[in-house]
C-alpha cells in the first residue's frame, strides 16, 4: 500500500489510476450540479484533472497544498478565468475570494479529523453567496456494501472514511439543509461514496 501511496504523488500516475478505477466520473456527477456562468471554490482540487469538465464560462478557484498538484493544473488551466494557489484554504485566503456559488471538496473530508472537517465547513459556508452550495464527495462505509467494495474503504488514503450519518452529523453544524447520497455505480470496481450538498448556512456569516 505504501508503494502505492507514493506512486499517487506522481501526477500523471495519479490521473491515470483515477481514470482506470472510474474516480473520473464520479468528479463527473459533482461537476454536472455546476451551473455556466457561476464561481467555482474548489477546495483540496490536486491535479483538477476534471477541470475541463466543468461548465463554461465559470470562474474558477482551486486551492491544495500540493505543489506538484497545483503546477500541472497551473500549466494545463490556468488562465483569465482559473487561477491555481498552493496552500491551506484558510481564514485569509477566504477573506481573498468573491462570493462563491459552488464549493467543491472532492475527496477531502475523509482526509480530514472531525475538528478540521467542522473548520473547512464553516469556513466554506462562510464564502458562499445567497443561495451557495457545498458539494462534496467521500468514500464511506455503508451498510449495503460488498467484501470488495468495503476492503476498498478500509484500504483508501483517507484515514477519516465515514459512515454518511457521521459525514451528515458533520456538515449539519454549519448548514440548515444537507442531502446526501450513496453513490456506488460509477466506478469501475465496487466502491461505495457519499456525495453531500450542503445549502443554508447557519453561523453568524449568514446573516
Ligand atoms: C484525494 S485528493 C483529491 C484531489 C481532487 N479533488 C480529486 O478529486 O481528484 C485530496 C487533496 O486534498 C489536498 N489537501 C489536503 N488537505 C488540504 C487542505 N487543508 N487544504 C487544501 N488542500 C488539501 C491534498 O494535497 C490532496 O491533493
Redesign the pocket.
Known sequence: MEGLKSVLRHVPAYVLL?RIVG?DRL?YRCIEEIRPGETVL?????P??YFPRLPQPVKYHG????AP?IDWAEQRFGGENASFHCG??DEAAARALPQIDVVLL???LH??SDEQCTE?LNLSASVLSPGGRVISLDTCFEPTQGRISRWMSEND?GEYVREPAAFEKLALQSFGQVEGKVVNDATHIPASYWMMTMTAPTGSWAE
Open positions: 483515477q474516480a468528479r474548489d477546495v483540496g482540487c490536486g483538477a484533472y486551492f491544495d497544498t500540493d498538484y491551506i484554504f472532492l475527496g477531502l482526509h480530514m473547512l488514503r
